[in-house]
């Protein structure tokens, strides 16, 4: 553990007053009894049909950035159907605020990793070559998580972009919950919960060792975190490996209780697959992907974008 790590958690403002402000008991309740009631009964409300994504419409702009502002979250269909051009993705991005992508050493040199079933051309040489031990460059199922999650704070991941150029055979679905909708369930069953999933020392990835060198240092710190600008952030995963959590009754609790939110069958969760010229816009929500079966004809393709703002009308 790494103690300037816990300090720069730590000094983050705790937006205070705001909701997620546990000494803010009022601020909590009006915000989520607006939280509640603004929020879509189906994923059909998630979806907003655009022409094109690559230069939205205001009218096409304003119904994503309204579904972001009530759900963290929207599902745009449009009639790009397979192209796989990688401005979609990127001039969508923009439109809403989406700026800053977060480079990944196995994301293509623009910084836009193309997640598909792996398939190393030989005598690769370069850091791709290793994409196939990651799980999102396998047709595996992966548990719920927000991305990013071991990233350091300065390139902290607030916002998400799926665009699907093509669907596997069968499967590649995700589950999708928003964060603040975890967030009121665990802060509804105890304030306990979140003080010690707020705590900067709640989890810890440990460093990532390539070859003897520390490709990534260990991370530690909360699981929920509060933003300069007061929107509330969390970074988690279900994996069981490469974690280390808190080894205190508190944190067990609430882990617990997180997992049982996670696995109910609740209206606030969202199952959905995207089809070719479809995507996902989200401010880095809690989120699944089911195994997949790619055919010949019809191999999954999925532009993913990780960016360090939110998506906003900014
Ligand atoms: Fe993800």
Redesign the pocket.
């Known amino acids: 553990m790494n103690a300037s790590m816990i300090a720069s958690a730590a000094a983050r403002p705790a937006a205070s007053g705001g909701p997620f402000d546990l000494a803010a008991e009022a601020a909590y309740r009006t915000w989520r009894a607006r939280k509640l009631e603004r929020f879509p009964r189906s994923l059909g409300e998630l979806v907003v049909e655009v022409r094109d994504p690559r230069a939205l419409t205001p009218a096409e702009r304003a119904a994503i950035l309204d579904r972001c502002t009530r759900t963290n979250m929207a599902v745009y269909a449009s009639g790009c159907g397979a192209d796989p051009d990688k401005d979609i993705p990127r001039r969508l991005g923009l439109q809403l605020g989406l700026r800053t992508l977060d480079p990944n050493h196995l994301a293509d040199d623009d910084g836009i990793s193309p997640l598909a079933v792996w398939d190393p051309p030989s005598g690769d040489d370069s850091p791709k070559k290793t994409r196939g031990e990651f799980i ?1 460059y396998t047709n595996r199922g ?1 548990g719920w ?3 990013g999650y071991y990233n350091r704070p300065e390139r902290t991941v607030r916002a ?1 972009l799926l665009h699907c150029v093509s669907a596997a055979e069968t499967g590649g679905e995700n589950d999708l919950l928003d964060h603040e909708i975890a967030y009121l369930r665990l802060r509804d069953e105890s304030p306990d919960h979140i003080r010690a999933l707020m705590a900067p020392d709640a989890m810890t990835i440990p460093a990532r060792m390539q070859n003897g060198i520390v490709e990534r240092a260990a991370q530690t710190g909360p699981v929920f975190s509060i933003d300069a600008d007061g929107h509330l952030h969390m970074r988690y995963t279900a994996r069981t490996v490469s974690i280390e959590w808190k080894r205190d009754a508190a944190t067990a609790a609430a882990l617990a209780a997180l997992e049982r939110v996670l696995a109910e069958d609740s209206p606030y969760r969202f199952r959905g697959r995207l089809a070719p010229g479809m995507g996902l816009v989200c401010n880095n929500v809690l ?1 699944t ?1 089911t195994p997949f079966t790619d055919s010949t004809a019809h191999k999954r393709l999925i532009y ?1 974008a990780r960016y360090y703002e939110r998506a906003s009308g900014a």
């Open positions: 999102p992966i998580h927000t991305d998400l989120h992907r993913r």
